[in-house]
């Protein structure tokens, strides 16, 4: 079955350190690849997608991810992190197949220590 | 750009009626929007899709009759939710596609907080 993973349920990291959230798909071809960050209460917003081309792609507030086909991973990865970051981040892909609908993985809750 | 709004943002009811959420492309056209439920800690779980014009494609195991979906121009979706029960309660998240951007990607409302007493 087609299906999105995001290993990481909690991660908590120091304010200041590097963060890598990770995300792993199941699905025949290449799906369009999204980020998406929530606030408590809040709607999402969209961190940055991936439908072709550099596989490496940036997003909004210093974020960056990498498309592995051979890995079937999308991960997400940020240098430095700030305290304003903490919040859950879903990974979510689409197929042209499904009309366009979207599948979420579990998300990964975001802590920052001072 | 690329804005959606969703209102009410809270709204507490009595079991047995019904309520009405809207969900709103503000700067952009939208023939497809979408309509999610999230439970606490949880992801989002897609109900329907909802297309302008056209009656809404509702998930596997979504009661229809119980949430009726009307996207009545390229703007404006309307979930309501009939003879509401405690179970209902929940946060609702509608997002919307641009009908003029290739690719996927969807704008989300800032979520509507139903409680059902």
């Not at chain 1, 991936?50 to 210093?62: A, R």
């Not at chain 2, 492309?25 to 939208?30: E, K, M, N, P, V």
């Not at chain 2, 989002?44 to 996207?71: C, P, R, W």
Request: proline letters at 4%.
């Amino acid at each position: 079955a087609q299906s999105v993973t995001q290993p990481d349920i909690h991660i908590t990291v120091s304010e200041g350190a590097s963060l890598e959230l990770r995300c792993n798909y199941s699905y025949g071809a290449t799906p369009y690849l999204f980020w998406y960050v929530q606030s408590p209460g809040q709607g999402l917003q969209l961190l940055l997608k991936y439908f072709s081309g550099d596989t490496l792609v940036q997003g909004i507030k210093g974020f960056e991810a990498e498309f592995k086909r051979s890995q079937s991973s999308f991960n997400l990865r940020k240098p430095s992190v700030h305290w304003s970051d903490a919040a859950e981040y879903f990974c979510a892909v689409a197929l042209n197949t499904n009309a366009g609908k979207s599948t979420f993985g579990d998300g990964t809750t975001l802590t920052v220590k001072p | 750009g690329a804005v959606v709004s969703q209102h009410p943002s809270r709204v507490i009811c009595k079991s047995g009626t019904s309520v009405k959420i809207e969900c709103r492309s503000l700067d952009f056209q939208a023939t497809t929007m979408f309509w999610y439920r999230q439970f606490p800690k949880q992801s989002l779980m897609l109900m329907a899709t909802s297309n302008e014009g056209s009656k809404a494609t509702y998930e596997q195991g979504v009661e229809k009759d119980k949430f009726l979906i009307n996207h009545a121009s390229l703007t404006l979706s309307t979930l309501t939710v009939t003879s509401a029960h405690p179970e209902d309660s929940s946060f609702y998240i509608c997002s919307a596609r641009d009908r003029h951007t290739l690719g996927y990607e969807q704008y989300f409302g800032p979520g509507t907080r139903l409680t059902v007493t």
